[in-house]
């Protein structure tokens, strides 16, 4: 006959080990009763935030029902250091408050749930089984604001993430334009050096006979005196970050003063833009300069200023012999005029419409060339208004 065998019994599972801590004697007593199960074990009160973060390290609870209002600490402060010291314990915050900015406040420090004193028990002793299992607990009374909170937090963080983004692109785009800037510089400074040296190396070498000497040295000067300019002009396109608010109407105005053939025509009311006056006074000049140089002498160049939605648009006009549509875009390059050297009348280095472009660029605006026929071109020059600048 085979022994009896006793079937074993199956392990207990240890009771959740619980702190209370609240100010209020009697609502603690009552809550102490509520826990009187078999799954829990109260293993301490507290009737305070520091009282409490002493007896933690002793006791070792596995949750901590938490007041929130209380003397010498609260308990969102309480909450946040023993988060910080044992992760985790889990932290139910207990309050007769429903207050949004509270519930905020104890769910950012650390706690696992919120739930309001008048809850149902069965509501508490929930909230505290969930904390000690990792999960969290919401009273329904402020469950839907804490939704439309997060929700509201989560919209304001993606708007925010887009705009980062925006300024992100922003900053690449500006520096890919100072690297192009700097790479333009680089090709365009060799060339007139480069003839400079040249003609330097043919007068050092005493070859050069003395009737042609002074034409040389001439050519020199000229040369010298052409790539100072340039440098000037690029100086100005470098510092094109440093804004302000500029009347666009004003500048025209005032670069059109010294040219007779130059007429200008501002829509009223325009609002000022963010620009670096001194750099967009220049994108006027080089547009200016361009159409007077490839139009009649009699003829007239004009300039308009408008607004189109958050753009302010100016537009040159000159009535020369037009651009054929496969130019339209080689004329922005650096050193390009459409004249071949052999037949040029007009002199420059080619540099006036890749500057002004450059610098408008440099201002997140652009230049092209909108319209040319037989008798004129318009370039298109945009501006963009910011946010305060459009409403104004």
């Not at 809550?31 to 199960?37: A, N, Q």
């Not at 600490?73 to 949004?100: C, N, W, Y």
Request: hydrophobic share 45%; glycine share 8%; net charge negative.
């Amino acid at each position: 006959m085979k022994p009896a065998v006793l079937p074993r019994a199956e392990p207990q599972p240890r009771p959740i080990r619980v702190l209370v801590v609240d100010d209020n004697v009697g609502f603690r007593e009552s809550v102490l009763s509520l826990l009187d199960t078999d799954g829990l074990s109260v293993v301490g009160e507290a009737d305070n935030g520091i009282r409490a973060l002493e007896l933690v390290p002793e006791l070792r609870p596995d949750v901590v029902l938490m007041d929130v209002r209380m003397p010498f600490m609260d308990g969102i402060e309480a909450t946040r250091r023993l988060k910080e010291r044992f992760p985790g314990v889990g932290i139910v915050a207990l309050s007769g408050h429903e207050d949004q900015l509270i519930v905020r406040e104890m769910l950012v420090a650390g706690a696992s749930g919120y739930v309001l004193k008048d809850s149902d028990g069965d509501e508490i002793l929930n909230a505290v089984q969930r904390a000690a299992e990792g999960g969290a607990v919401l009273s329904a009374e402020v469950t839907p604001r804490v939704i439309e909170e997060l929700t509201e937090a989560l919209d304001r963080e993606r708007r925010r993430a887009r705009e980062l983004e925006a300024a992100q692109e922003a900053l690449v785009e500006r520096a890919a334009r100072r690297h192009d800037l700097v790479a333009r510089l680089s090709h365009e400074l060799r060339t007139p050096v480069t003839v400079i040296l040249g003609i330097g190396q043919t007068l050092a070498s005493g070859k050069v006979p003395v009737e042609l000497q002074n034409d040389l040295l001439e050519r020199l000067v000229s040369r010298a005196e052409a790539l100072s300019r340039l440098c000037e002009r690029f100086e100005l396109t470098v510092d094109a970050a440093l804004t302000e608010q500029v009347d666009v109407a004003d500048v025209a105005r005032e670069v059109a003063s010294g040219h007779l053939r130059v007429q200008v025509s501002a829509e009223k009311g325009l609002p000022k833009a963010h620009l670096n006056k001194t750099v967009a006074g220049r994108v006027l000049v080089e547009l200016v300069d361009n159409a007077m140089r490839f139009s009649p002498e009699a003829s007239t160049v004009e300039i308009g200023v408008t607004r189109n939605g958050d753009w302010i648009e100016v537009r040159v006009s000159d009535h020369g012999s037009g651009i054929s549509d496969h130019e339209s875009e080689r004329i922005f390059g650096p050193l390009e005029q459409l004249e071949e050297l052999n037949v040029r009348v007009h002199q420059g280095a080619g540099m006036g419409l890749a500057l002004a472009r450059t610098a408008a660029r440099a201002m997140d605006g652009d230049v092209i060339l909108e319209r040319s026929r037989h008798d004129g071109s318009t370039f298109l020059w945009t501006i963009p208004l910011e946010l305060d600048d459009a409403i104004e």
